[in-house]
């Protein structure tokens, strides 16, 4: 049968790297889609399409008719009347083909996944445990797509004007892991061997990529209530360190997620705490490892920083879009930074001369 699947150590004796060179391919895919993202929701444009149409809605408008009649749908929704109201036709074809081709590279990237997957396992290049795994992928992808529209449903509500911000980090959190499990699974399929570290350094690193996953996260909410476009001030805020107002709602939980004050305060704090662990993570490696793994420690610090002059910059200058989607798109690149570092101290065995032994016991 051409779509058996390798026993589980086969593959070892094969060349993955042509596995892994598609793997990569597709985080970069995800970056861009991301980055799409961002752009979307900082002009609005999330909203423009009003129907969920996987196939059909492949094609543009192809008529004038077409158009007067999508444009009527979007006429309904609160975000016309309280947004861009008399905005016009041409106006509303600017927010369309943004979001058009968000919604069309996803679909792109669905086949960028499906054909070489089919071409690999007709190729039987793919065992059973990394089968697992790619099918793990194959149904993480389609999820995300799926609570992207549900994202995007919540803003025809009622007085909406935009999505919720509880789905929208949730559409991020999800395009996050994605990312994370292609770009590790891309990593071990490299098949460079893993150099190994000091525990205590790996464990920082862990702890690195967790506190930059947590601060993303918090940005979904500030993008999701536009806290940005408050407190455009650093490193103060309203003239204080700590704002009035932190605590306004009740139940006190309530104002980490829908209080604009403490949601920009949150995301301030996570980050400047994300950054002083990293660059603290650095610092200690720079003395401790030598070769990949200082090397990947140094682009770690050299991401974190230049990510963090990003935030401030796209604060102060009141979220322009250009700023904004940048912001989004390094945010990606500081979580790459991490994981590729906490990749190359992974302690596990490698395959050397057909027999496996552990990179702290070479020579």
Avoid at 101 to 122: D, I, K, S
Avoid at 300 to 316: N, S
Avoid at 322 to 334: E, P, R, S, Y
Wanted: contains cysteine; aromatic residues 8%.
């Amino acid at each position: 049968m051409p779509f058996d699947l390798l026993p589980a150590a086969s593959i070892q004796t094969r060349n993955t790297r042509p596995l892994a060179v598609w793997l990569f391919a597709l985080c970069a895919m995800v970056l861009v889609m991301v980055t799409l993202g961002g752009a979307t929701r900082l002009t609005g444009s999330g909203l423009s399409i009003m129907e969920w149409a996987p196939i059909m809605g492949t094609l543009p408008p192809m008529s004038d008719a077409e158009w007067q009649r999508l444009y009527a749908l979007y006429q309904k929704i609160p975000q016309y009347d309280l947004v861009n109201r008399g905005f016009g036709l041409d106006g509303f074809k600017g927010i369309f083909w943004l979001e058009w081709a968000h919604r069309l590279w996803g679909r792109l990237m669905g086949l960028a996944f499906a054909v070489p997957l089919l071409v690999f396992a007709v190729r039987r290049r793919i065992d059973r445990r990394l089968a697992l795994k790619l099918g793990a992928l194959l149904v993480l992808g389609g999820l995300q797509g799926l609570v992207g529209w549900v994202m995007v449903a919540s803003g025809f509500e009622a007085d909406r004007t935009a999505v919720s911000p509880y789905r929208l980090v949730a559409h991020l959190s999800l395009a996050v892991t994605l990312y994370a499990a292609l770009l590790w699974t891309a990593l071990d399929l490299w098949r460079r061997p893993s150099l190994g570290g000091p525990a205590a350094l790996r464990r920082m690193t862990g702890l690195v990529t967790v506190l930059v996953a947590l601060t993303m996260a918090a940005g979904g909410f500030v993008a999701g209530l536009k806290a940005g476009l408050t407190y455009n001030t650093f490193p103060l805020m309203d003239g204080r360190w700590v704002p009035s107002g932190v605590l306004a709602m009740r139940p006190w939980v309530l104002n980490m997620f829908e209080n604009v004050t403490t949601v920009q305060f949150d995301h301030r704090v996570l980050a400047t705490v994300t950054g002083i662990v990293a660059l603290g993570t650095v610092a200690a490696g720079m003395r401790l490892v030598r070769g990949p793994v200082r090397a990947a420690l140094a682009w770690l610090g050299v991401a974190v920083v230049v990510q963090y002059a990003l935030g401030v910059a796209t604060l102060v200058r009141v979220v322009p879009v250009g700023l904004g989607a940048m912001h989004q798109a390094m945010a990606m690149l500081v979580l790459t930074a991490a994981l590729v570092a906490l990749h190359t101290q992974r302690d596990r065995p490698i395959l050397r001369a057909g027999l496996q032994v552990r990179p702290s016991n070479l020579t």
